[in-house]
């Protein structure tokens, strides 16, 4: 069984750091100093529960060991592991708990459990590693008979590989390093690594339409699926018959992103590839963001991006968010970009040198192997520095999105002044470029501010702030942080009155009650 993380932290308890000293500097000269708020309260609010026939119910259909009421797992279920979750997870508030956690033990559990929720009116919220950010475990409870967490630990096997095709059929409830275990003792990657790898799962990847650090070379999950099967309340739904087709709309983008309100996933088949042989990551130095973010569009458009591709710009490479073990430790001047290559030993050196003849004939400077040795080594770690930075009345938060490549700089210029206007100008405003592709990018912003009276009503202002520049800059409102309950009234001005129709109908068909982690995605 995979180990639960902490209830009020991120990640595994054992792994947590505290601030680096650089970082404790950095904290007394940006905030006015250092205090103290890593208290942690006790669960102030009396947890519901379901009456004893239902909780009979759901044994009858998984067995009793698998039907936990206790208040320490129905904690690690009670919302992901947003800043605003974590603050309310330390303040003792369970409010949004679920009634009980149920660990079915196969797809056919998974088909009676959806049923039993369909009979009895009880809301579903398909559970896999809990690592979600925008909302998307808040299941509305208003209308139901309680709140079933759906917790697919147990659909963890590497179901088929197909040597021949590339291709490998997993269980959601498989975690990243679990499944490139798996697929490793067969000489294959999935190759999809983004910061919750750890402890996020196969069907999240899906559910969220995931981008991993590796997706210039790899893809995004979405990219990766092949076929999926999908039990909901209308039936099951198997998808994914050929490599490509034209038979319709293809009905395995709609299951992608849909974040468990229209089924539950219980297979995923995906593309995947040869372990690679090797692994460089180089540092490249820009003069500024803006010539660090030509030089990887002229990459995308050559046809020449690297297995991993990020450019960080100057606040965010002055404190050295690219090496979490050196933070605040100050840096040299400019943009930090880093470039990875995967592959056969020959095929990374020939790409390599093409890629460094293109980036030093564009300005970059190259710094070797030391700084993209420090970003490998901290790629997963900057979770953990969040938690510390809490402790010491930090608001720390990110959010994220993509435009295109002509529309950048004025996303970029948009939501940094709309931050630090909600915020402060004591605020710090960092970005860097997660993803890239042909014809735009991702940017994505962490921001640290000193914690209000009320941070959650400080980090709601803010985030509406940049919610809304966003959208007024034509830009998408999430690019792989899927959309949750926090994003929904900007998703739905994204795509507009006819889209939210199409979606609201899709429900209507697919979950005709409702029960499926009602309140998420849907406007």
């Known amino acids: 069984m995979t180990s639960e993380m902490h209830p009020q932290r991120w990640g595994d308890p054992a792994a947590a750091v505290a601030l680096p000293d650089t970082a404790r500097g950095l904290v007394e000269l940006a905030f006015g100093g250092i205090r103290d708020a890593s208290a942690v309260a006790a669960p102030a609010d009396e947890l519901p529960s379901l009456d004893d026939a239902l909780l009979d119910g759901l044994?009858?259909?998984?067995?009793?060991?698998?039907?936990?009421?206790?208040?320490?797992?129905?904690?690690?279920?009670?919302?992901?592991?947003?800043?605003?979750?974590?603050?309310r997870a330390r303040a003792g508030d369970l409010t949004d708990a679920p009634d009980v956690v149920v660990r079915p033990a196969d797809a056919a559990e998974v088909e009676a459990l959806v049923a039993f929720a369909v009979e009895h009116h009880l809301a579903l919220v398909p559970f896999g590693g809990g690592t979600s950010v925008t909302g998307g475990l808040v299941a509305r409870r208003e209308g139901f008979a309680g709140v079933v967490s759906l917790d697919l630990v147990r659909l963890d096997r590497l179901v088929a590989v197909d040597p021949v095709s590339m291709t490998a059929t997993l269980e959601p409830g498989l975690r990243g390093p679990a499944a490139e275990a798996l697929l490793?003792?067969?000489?294959?990657t999935l190759g999809h690594y983004p910061q919750s790898f750890e402890h996020a799962s196969i069907g999240g990847f899906a559910a969220t339409r995931s981008s991993g650090q590796a997706s210039a070379g790899y893809g995004r999950f979405d990219a990766l699926v092949v076929g999926l099967t999908v039990v909901t309340p209308s039936g099951v739904l198997t998808l994914g018959s050929a490599p490509a087709d034209a038979a319709g709309p293809d009905l395995r983008q709609l299951v992608l992103g849909s974040e468990g309100t229209l089924g539950v996933i219980t297979s995923v088949t995906v593309r995947v590839r040869r372990l690679p042989a090797v692994k460089v990551y180089d540092g490249w130095r820009w003069p500024s963001f803006a010539a660090g973010s030509d030089a990887m569009r002229t990459l995308a458009q050559a046809g020449l991006l690297p297995t991993v591709i990020r450019l960080s710009d100057e606040t965010e490479t002055a404190i050295n968010l690219a090496d979490p073990d050196s933070i605040g430790a100050g840096g040299?001047?400019?943009?930090?970009?880093v470039v990875g290559h995967e592959g056969e030993p020959s095929a990374v050196a020939a790409r390599r040198a093409a890629v460094a003849v293109v980036l030093t004939g564009l300005g970059g400077t190259d710094l070797g192997e030391e700084p993209g040795r420090a970003w490998e080594h901290g790629r997963f770690h900057a979770p953990y520095l969040r938690d510390s930075l809490l402790d010491v009345g930090v608001l720390v938060e990110t959010l994220e999105t993509a435009t295109f490549w002509s529309q950048r700089q004025g996303l970029y210029d948009a939501v940094r002044a709309a931050l630090v206007g909600s915020l402060g100008e004591g605020a710090l405003v960092l970005c860097h470029v997660s993803h890239v592709y042909e014809t735009g990018c991702s940017l994505y912003f962490t921001v640290a501010a000193r914690q209000a009276e009320d941070p959650l009503a400080q980090w709601a202002a803010a985030k509406a702030a940049a919610s809304d520049a966003i959208i007024a800059a034509g830009a998408t409102i999430t690019h792989h942080h899927a959309v949750g309950t926090d994003h929904k009234p900007w998703f739905a001005r994204e795509i507009g009155?006819?889209?939210?129709?199409?979606?609201?109908a899709v429900k209507d068909s697919l979950d005709p009650t409702g029960v499926l982690n009602p309140g998420v995605l849907i406007p």
């Open 184 to 188: 490793a003792e067969h000489g294959l």
């Open 497 to 504: 009155p006819v889209g939210v129709q199409v979606l609201r």
């Open 59 to 87: 044994r009858a259909v998984v067995g009793a060991e698998h039907v936990l009421t206790d208040t320490a797992t129905r904690a690690l279920r009670t919302r992901g592991k947003s800043t605003p979750d974590l603050l």
């Open 332 to 337: 040299d001047a400019g943009c930090l970009m």
